[in-house]
């Protein structure tokens, strides 16, 4: 008796190679995320993962897409909960250093840098715009999102690469670069709202 595969709308089959792309990555890091791995996960073909990424770099790339486009939605909706200067900081930093840590997204711009893929973190960097456009905030608020996301994005990154050893080394606890970016971006906040009217952040 044959088993008939389950037939998916392509936008279906895509969904699924990216999550199960996303649970390769956390398990076993970003060099087994393959189209041949990700094919085998979903009981697909590698032909079939080739139609919809054209490449490993490819499907990285639109994994990398994947996580950013899904931290930010998270990310937006906690700042939509609250007014601007009454956001929990603490809050959105954790997300975004977990998305990089946990979620695998450093390990992953990490990789894609490394193995020549100069526009690793150009999906990061797209869905952080669309969130903060999507926003509306005027000229001012906007380049202060801007920088302090730089800001964020960066010590996530680098916590994801180096945090852990480099705090054990000195001696800090874990989380000491998690509150470093708090204390910074609800320092910059405040000291924005008081320059242009209203409440300074709460404190994470």
Not at 87 to 92: G, L, P, S
Not at 114 to 119: H, R
Not at 131 to 149: C, F, Q, V
Not at 156 to 167: C, T, V, W, Y
């Amino acid at each position: 008796m044959s088993i008939v595969k389950k037939r998916l709308s392509p936008e279906e089959s895509r969904s699924a190679a990216l999550e199960a792309a996303r649970h390769i990555l956390i398990e076993m890091g970003p060099a087994a995320v393959t189209l041949k791995a990700v094919a085998a996960r979903i009981d697909r073909t590698h032909a079939n993962l080739l139609h919809h990424f054209g490449s490993a770099a490819g499907l990285q790339k639109a994994l990398a897409a994947y996580q950013a486009e899904t931290v930010c939605e998270t990310i937006g909706k906690k700042m939509a909960e609250s007014a601007p200067g009454e956001r929990n900081v603490r809050e959105i930093v954790d997300l975004a250093f977990d998305a990089f840590n946990e979620g695998g997204a450093g390990a992953l711009a990490t990789w894609m840098a490394a193995t020549g893929n100069d526009d690793a973190l150009d999906p990061i960097v797209d869905a952080i715009h669309k969130l903060i456009d999507g926003m509306s905030p005027d000229a001012h608020e906007k380049r202060l999102m801007h920088e302090d996301t730089l800001a964020l994005v960066l010590m996530a990154l680098g916590d994801a690469q180096l945090g852990g050893p480099m705090a054990e080394a000195l001696g800090l606890p874990r989380d000491t670069s998690r509150v470093l970016a708090t204390e910074l971006i609800t320092g910059r906040i405040a000291k924005f709202w008081a320059e242009h009217g209203g409440k300074p952040a709460a404190q994470g």
